[in-house]
């Protein structure tokens, strides 16, 4: 069944083309079962990363790459608050998709 990663992070003043260049360049066809990546601005300097995969377990799989990924943009990011820390994750199964 179809997982969804979604993470929420705000970018510090000044390095939001920094942290789009470092998206831009993650080699997503190297994980397995991933299908779609997603940089959504929802914010000034905020931002949802949401990523569409085969199954939890090749979520699951792909984890190291994604903080790997995460590791190179984390001096890019400010603490959430309330202690988030820089990202504020979610993940599951998609329990219904519709089509336009």
């Given at each position: 069944m179809t997982a969804m990663?979604?993470?929420?992070?705000?970018?510090?003043?000044?390095k939001e083309d920094e942290f789009l260049r470092i998206h831009r360049e993650m080699q997503a066809?190297?994980?397995?079962?991933?299908?779609?990546?997603?940089?959504?601005?929802?914010?000034?300097?905020?931002?949802v990363i949401v990523?569409?995969?085969?199954?939890?377990?090749?979520?699951?799989?792909?984890?190291?790459?994604m903080i790997g990924n995460l590791d190179r943009i984390r001096p890019l990011l400010e603490d959430?608050?309330?202690?988030?820390?820089?990202?504020?994750?979610?993940s599951g199964e998609v329990a219904l998709h519709l089509k336009s």
């Open positions: 990663n979604v993470v929420h992070m705000r970018v510090k003043p000044g066809a190297s994980m397995p079962g991933s299908r779609n990546f997603w940089v959504m601005k929802s914010g000034e300097r905020s931002y990523g569409e995969w085969d199954s939890l377990a090749a979520m699951a799989a792909a984890r190291p790459a959430l608050g309330g202690g988030r820390g820089v990202t504020e994750p979610w």
